[in-house]
């Protein structure tokens, strides 16, 4: 008679040598991934700061030859920037209303990575909390000085994490402002230039 007898299999565990080599690629990769992902973020935000100096070359273009009301606007929760107008439209009964409209040529910014941590007007310090800065037709325009800071997610807020900030400043009788803490790139200068409703197809278009 035959007999059989149960094979046991041996399981080859790891050597240190060969846990530490996983180890030590795993690190390269890390390495060379997290650069990346960092600089990636450091363009994002510093696009939407650039944004944001292109807003306020729009802003002082409005106030020296728009005759419309214009306002600055930003709301810290949501971390956006937007431009609205008042103009005036009929309402009920045919009755002319002065109504807020966003300016359509001032896209939003959306502030990705970063946050207001800093604004003022003629050197006052308004809330950076959020704010509406009013701009009327006629009226000298206040000087402009804008903080903006890295800002990091915790929990359902986002806050500043005293990462790198930039100053952008726009004087009073200043048509662009200029912008303090870009690493690499262009400047503001130039990058919001005058805007030709005649070469856009928009004579009739409000500004």
Do not use: K
């Amino acid at each position: 008679m035959t007999r059989l007898h149960p094979t046991s299999r041996t399981r080859r565990a790891f050597t240190l040598i060969e846990i530490l080599a996983v180890l030590i690629v795993a690190g390269i990769v890390v390495g060379l991934i997290a650069p990346r992902i960092s600089t990636s973020t450091r363009r994002s935000t510093e696009n939407s700061v650039r944004a944001v100096a292109s807003m306020l070359a729009i802003v002082a273009q409005r106030s020296v030859s728009s005759s419309e009301v214009s306002a600055l606007v930003y709301d810290h929760e949501a971390g956006t920037l937007h431009v609205e107008v008042l103009r005036q439209e009929r309402g009920n009964y045919d009755r002319t209303e002065r109504v807020w409209r966003r300016d359509a040529f001032a896209p939003e910014v959306a502030l990705n990575g970063c946050r207001v941590t800093s604004f003022t007007t003629d050197g006052l310090r308004v809330s950076e909390d959020s704010f509406r800065l009013v701009f009327e037709p006629g009226v000298t325009r206040p000087q402009i000085s804008m903080t903006i800071a890295e800002s990091t997610e915790q929990g359902t807020t986002t806050r500043a994490d005293g990462g790198r900030t930039w100053q952008i400043d726009l004087p009073a009788y200043a048509l662009r402002p200029v912008v303090s803490g870009l690493l690499s790139g262009p400047g503001v200068n130039g990058v919001a230039e005058p805007i030709d409703l005649d070469q856009l197809g928009r004579v009739e278009q409000d500004w």
